[in-house]
């Protein structure tokens, strides 16, 4: 008996050995929006990295548009941009799941220290919806399909590739923030009725085509790149508490 015991023992002990540190004490990675007051308020996180893991040839053409965006909307004293050429262990279609997977294996923790360090992942490749541009999986990562925003460039290249990239790279920033009504709900009336998550004006970069192929059927003229006046004061809500934030995993 006490052989057996002895035995389950060092069972454990090495079993715990190989799930020690990191995987203990995982983080949790959330819903996206999860760590918009983490962004939006400063009480905390005092800067942020904003961090473009891209596959050879798929290199991000927004990363400084979406500091810029940050910038108007979050309270940091400094916001970095890091890129890095990564090999995706990876074949087939993407799922949110394969998204993740990648983002976690690679990446490291979304909160360290005073640092906020959002993902954004440019794979080679297409979403299992091959309609999808880009997607926000978890609280603090995105995937951009870059083949995919190549294939929705405009009859005549408008709107260019390029000009796809920029819209969607800054639709999925907005949905890390928590737009449209994912963590709050907005006293404004401006959530698509039939898209939840997403914004029923087609000036604002939230409205709900812009994350599909077929945007440039959708919307003439210039894709818009911004956020409007209900998304920044829904922002500006969150960040000074008039308007209540949920599903928080920092707060
Ligand atoms: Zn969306």
Same mark, same amino acid.
């Given at each position: 008996?006490?052989?057996?015991?002895?035995?389950?023992?060092?069972?454990?002990?090495?079993?715990?050995?190989?799930?020690?540190?990191?995987?203990?004490?995982?983080?949790?990675?959330?819903?996206?929006?999860?760590?918009?007051?983490?962004?939006?308020?400063?009480? !905390?996180? %005092?800067?942020?990295?904003?961090?473009?893991?891209?596959?050879?040839?798929?290199?991000?053409?927004?990363?400084?548009?979406?500091?810029?965006?940050?910038? !108007?909307?979050?309270?940091? +004293? %400094?916001?970095? *941009?890091?890129?890095?050429?990564?090999?995706?262990?990876?074949?087939?279609?993407?799922?949110?799941?394969?998204?993740?997977?990648?983002?976690?294996?690679?990446?490291?923790?979304?909160?360290?220290?005073?640092?906020?360090?959002?993902?954004?992942?440019?794979?080679?490749?297409?979403?299992?919806?091959?309609?999808?541009?880009?997607?926000?999986?978890?609280?603090?990562?995105?995937?951009?399909?870059?083949?995919?925003?190549?294939?929705?460039?405009?009859?005549?290249?408008?709107?260019?590739?390029?000009?796809?990239?920029?819209?969607? +790279?800054?639709?999925?920033?907005?949905?890390?923030?928590?737009?449209?009504?994912?963590?709050?709900?907005?006293?404004?009336?401006?959530?698509?009725?039939?898209?939840?998550?997403?914004?029923?004006?087609?000036?604002?970069?939230?409205?709900?085509?812009?994350? +599909?192929?077929?945007?440039?059927?959708? *919307?003439?003229?210039?894709?818009?790149?911004?956020?409007?006046?209900?998304?920044?004061?829904?922002?500006?809500?969150?960040?000074?508490? +008039?308007?209540?934030?949920?599903? !928080?995993?920092?707060?």
């Amino acid at each position: 008996m006490k052989a057996i015991f002895l035995a389950i023992t060092l069972v454990l002990a090495s079993l715990s050995g190989c799930f020690g540190g990191g995987d203990l004490i995982q983080e949790k990675k959330g819903n996206p929006g999860g760590l918009a007051l983490a962004c939006l308020q400063d009480s !905390q996180f %005092t800067s942020m990295e904003l961090i473009f893991l891209y596959e050879e040839g798929y290199e991000p053409e927004a990363s400084d548009l979406l500091k810029q965006r940050l910038d !108007q909307e979050c309270d940091k +004293s %400094t916001i970095r *941009i890091r890129k890095e050429i990564v090999d995706f262990d990876h074949s087939g279609s993407w799922s949110s799941d394969d998204v993740r997977d990648q983002r976690w294996d690679l990446g490291s923790d979304a909160m360290q220290g005073n640092t906020l360090r959002w993902y954004f992942l440019f794979p080679s490749g297409t979403y299992e919806k091959d309609s999808v541009l880009g997607v926000a999986v978890d609280a603090s990562t995105v995937a951009i399909f870059k083949d995919s925003v190549a294939d929705a460039e405009g009859f005549l290249g408008r709107p260019s590739a390029e000009e796809v990239e920029r819209s969607v +790279s800054v639709h999925e920033l907005g949905h890390l923030l928590g737009l449209v009504n994912l963590v709050y709900t907005s006293p404004r009336d401006h959530e698509d009725s039939e898209n939840k998550g997403h914004s029923n004006n087609d000036g604002s970069v939230m409205y709900w085509a812009i994350e +599909s192929s077929d945007v440039g059927n959708f *919307i003439s003229g210039d894709l818009p790149d911004e956020f409007d006046e209900d998304d920044k004061a829904d922002l500006n809500g969150l960040a000074d508490g +008039s308007i209540s934030a949920k599903d !928080q995993i920092w707060s």
